[in-house]
């Protein structure tokens, strides 16, 4: 069974533009999660989509936003990057609401000058 | 206001001896916790999770601890191998919300 695949591995951008990042999850998987991890900050959540509705939103800012589509696959956008975006973008997917064990993909590294 | 704390950035052990992890919580509605290994450059991989009925449970060379009086997890590595260095993550969660999740803490296991 295929993991969590996350597109892009890699990117740079520039201040100000917009970029947006896409997971599909593990096949049956219906859940999506997505966490920023940056340097001494461990894994910050973002937010959480079911069932193409947005279930739990972590404490960040209405720049960032996601959604999910009815094939479970979710898409993260950031719109007016800042220097300080710089970090993993990690998707994880888990098959309920009521799942607990969450699984990673291999994560989106952005980097912004 | 951390929730999960790993107090200890990095531990490092010798090839074959015991490492042990340690995690400290504060929400008591926490029912659920799990234990990731991450790799530079990769996602987190689970390890192991506990649920807040255990007070421990094993899979192979790992075994985690909970102590739901001291609000206290570790997580428990025998024999360390080096193949195990890497960043381990404890994580946490109250019911049908998402996972909080430590900073972290490096092992390194040095042969």
């Known amino acids: 069974k295929a993991g969590v695949t996350q597109t892009p591995r890699y990117l740079i951008k520039t201040r100000g533009q917009q970029v947006t990042l896409s997971c599909s999850p593990i096949s049956g998987h219906r859940s999506v999660s997505w966490y920023q991890q940056t340097p001494g900050q461990g894994l910050q959540f973002l937010f959480e989509?079911?069932?193409?509705?947005?279930?739990n939103k972590g404490n960040f800012p209405g720049r960032f936003s996601g959604r999910q589509f009815s094939n479970s696959r979710s898409e993260m956008n950031v719109s007016t990057l800042e220097l300080g975006d710089s970090a993993l973008y990690l998707c994880?997917?888990?098959?309920?609401?009521?799942?607990?064990?969450?699984?990673f993909g291999e994560g989106s590294w952005l980097t912004v000058v | 206001d951390q929730q999960v704390k790993q107090n200890s950035p990095s531990l490092s052990v010798q090839e074959g001896r015991i490492s042990i992890l340690n995690c400290d919580y504060t929400n008591s509605m926490f029912d659920y916790f799990l234990w990731y290994k991450k790799y530079p450059a990769e996602g987190p991989t689970f390890l192991i999770s506990i649920s807040s009925i255990k007070d421990k449970n094993e899979d192979g060379r790992f075994t985690v601890f909970l102590n739901k009086s001291a609000k206290h997890l570790s997580l428990h590595i025998v024999p360390s191998q080096p193949g195990d260095s890497a960043v381990y993550f404890c994580?946490?969660?109250?019911?049908?919300?998402?996972?909080?999740f430590g900073k972290g803490t490096r092992l390194s296991v040095i042969a």
């Open positions: 994580a946490a969660k109250p019911g049908n919300t998402p996972l909080v």
């Open positions: 989509y079911f069932s193409e509705t947005q279930r």
């Open positions: 994880a997917s888990s098959y309920g609401t009521t799942g607990n064990t969450i699984y």
